[in-house]
């Protein structure tokens, strides 16, 4: 019995000092994972940190080219309208077709068609005058609002051999599909 006594104190020491340790392995466990996590946390801010300067250095560059191309985009706009139009189309070439002084004017349209956003009214464009004034009509064409492109061009001598010419063109001006993806009529 002696040696039990004996070894005791040394028992009972040494399951003190072992639920001591298992308390502090306990307590410190969850303080682990959460150092553990805060670390992994840390370093995946500290990526998105490098990530954003990198884009922050591209700023400027980015503000200048948006800068450069605001003239190209006022042009596309004016270029290709958000809207058909019709009326307002019609009076401008009809006013420009007045100024050349031609005479026997029509222009028809024909069905609107579209693809990738952007639509195009097919125009039948037919009148009579004399070449400076066709030529005077064409070149107004080129300062248009919108955008118009001439497919097809004919110039023919009138019957009677006047000098006066038949101009007989095929064309299409272009606007921009509305977001809803409907023709804007």
């Known amino acids: 019995m002696k040696k039990i006594v004996d070894h005791y104190p040394v028992a009972v020491l040494g399951l003190l000092l072992l639920a001591a340790v298992g308390l502090g392995a306990y307590q410190y466990y ?9 670390r992994a946390l840390l370093s995946e801010e500290e990526s998105r940190l490098e990530e954003v300067q ?3 250095e591209q700023l400027p560059i980015l503000y200048r080219q948006i800068r450069d191309l605001r003239p190209a985009a006022e042009q596309y706009r004016r270029l290709f309208p958000d809207e058909q139009g019709y009326s307002r189309l019609w009076q401008q070439m009809t006013e420009m077709l007045a100024r050349a002084q031609l005479s026997d ?10 693809e990738d956003g952007l639509c195009s009214i097919p125009l039948e464009i037919r009148c009579t005058g004399s070449f400076d004034r066709i030529f005077e009509l064409l070149r107004s064409f080129e300062q248009f609002d919108r955008l118009i492109r001439f497919e097809e061009i004919s110039l023919r001598n009138d019957e009677n051999v006047s000098g006066r010419l038949l101009l007989q063109a095929k064309a299409r001006a272009f606007y921009q599909m509305t977001p809803s993806g409907k023709k804007n009529e």
């Open 30 to 38: 969850p303080v682990y994972q959460q150092r553990k996590a805060f």
């Open 54 to 56: 990198e884009c922050s």
């Open 105 to 114: 004017q029509s222009v028809r349209p024909g069905e609107v068609t579209c």
